[in-house]
């Protein structure tokens, strides 16, 4: 074991007020990407009708959105290996903007779609890099607490997103609605170039790189974890209604308040887990997952029962909000010096989960109905958990050991 003696260079107050001005920024652009990935859920009637489609072929916006992020994640930076990061983050906001005029646009599906796709490509480079960048923005003890501003900024967008959509598109006409979340992406744009400090790109790249990052000891094996945990969430995610819809005699305003449960609890962990992980990073790593599991497994299991599946409800969302964090704090101290990397790979893996999901979810409930949908993703969760705890938390952990 070797230790570093070498006296760390800390911060003058004035550059490190300019790193938390840079993080409240990347926390307006999440929240901004988001709610764009957001809006066709609320506005779906209206899209169907004004494009005469039907609401399936509108739905796909979403997926079309996921599977481009699928594809540009792990390579963003490969394909701007000498651009300074301030200027690919405002290049992703203008490039969202432009998806959300090419929407307001439409007059067809395709030409929809392809926006989607393009927006899709913002989102993944926007996520593949803000791990690096907060990195760059605040000290190392304090990467938790950032990375919390960030993806809470995410959070909101998610919990909030339709219902501001559905609101918006009462008073306004879709395009519209489409037209000024394009417009705050521009403002969104100016403020990056306006505030981020010039950060430069990582010194090595492409695929090599990559391979390179997977043998990161620990590091598969939480990955794995990642995605078998995220995988149980959207599993049993894409039928929480219908979940929520076996509690006997519940009405509109009960799953309203299920679902209100579960984003509160979302907001919550993000904040709670934001201020705990950097100090207390094995123990979130064990708590955090069990939550979602043991969440997903009440609403399961006890559907007979509105304040068991209400609190159920507020678990799973506790853990879920605060699980991206975790799992970036944790590959930031696993990989220190390959943050880029390790950015593509946690987005990449999490738009995997979504669409196995998604789709494992769907063959269980066609076949053996929304209960045991919902045990799997608990086992799957909880799974993934143990993986994600079985991982190493440091490079250096063999050696200290």
């Known amino acids: 074991m070797t230790t570093n003696t070498a006296p760390r260079i800390l911060p003058s107050r004035r550059s490190e007020r300019a790193g938390w001005a840079g993080v409240l920024i990347l926390m307006a652009t999440s929240f ?34 996921a599977f481009m992020g699928f594809l540009v994640a792990p390579v963003v930076g490969m394909m701007f290996p000498r651009l300074d990061r301030r200027t690919l983050l405002t290049g992703v906001a203008l490039t969202a903007a432009v998806s959300n005029i090419l929407v307001a646009v439409a007059p067809n599906l395709v030409l929809l779609l392809v926006a989607r796709l393009i927006l899709g490509a913002a989102i993944s480079g926007f996520w593949a890099m803000s791990l690096a960048i907060v990195s760059q923005l605040v000290a190392p003890e304090r990467l938790g607490r950032g990375l919390m501003l960030v993806n809470g900024g995410t959070t909101v967008a998610t919990v909030g997103g ?45 695929f090599r790189e990559l391979a390179d990052t997977l043998k990161v000891p620990g590091l598969s094996l939480g990955l794995v974890g990642h995605v078998l945990t995220v995988l149980g969430h959207f599993a049993a995610f894409t039928y929480i209604r219908l979940a929520f819809e076996q509690v006997p005699g519940i009405g509109a305003g009960g799953i309203a308040g299920l679902l209100a449960a579960f984003g509160i609890g979302g907001l919550a962990g993000n904040v709670v887990v934001g201020l705990l992980v950097d100090k207390n990073l094995n123990l979130m790593r064990l708590v955090v997952p069990a939550l979602i599991g043991f969440g997903i497994a009440t609403v399961a299991l006890f559907p007979g029962h509105f304040w068991a599946v209400g609190v159920g409800a507020t678990a799973w969302g506790i853990g879920f909000g605060a699980w991206l964090l975790v799992v970036s704090t944790w590959i930031g101290r696993l990989a220190q010096d390959r943050m880029e990397s390790v950015g593509g790979l946690i987005v990449t893996g999490f738009q995997i989960a979504i669409t196995l999901g998604a789709g494992l979810g769907g063959v269980v409930a066609d076949n053996a109905g929304v209960q045991a949908t919902l045990i799997a993703a608990a086992l799957a969760s909880l799974v993934g958990g143990t993986l994600f705890r079985m991982a190493r938390t440091t490079a250096a952990a063999s050696a200290e050991a």
Request: no cysteine.
């Open 32 to 65: 901004t990407l988001v709610l764009a990935e957001f809006l066709p859920p609320s506005l779906l009637t209206q899209m169907a009708a004004s494009l005469d489609i039907t609401e399936g072929q509108a739905g796909q916006t979403v997926t079309a959105t």
């Open 162 to 206: 339709v219902p501001l959509g559905v609101y918006l598109g009462s008073v306004f006409d879709w395009r519209v609605v489409f037209v000024g979340v394009a417009v705050v992406s521009v403002l969104v744009a100016i403020s990056l170039r306006a505030v981020l400090p010039a950060i430069a790109p990582a010194t090595t790249s492409g």
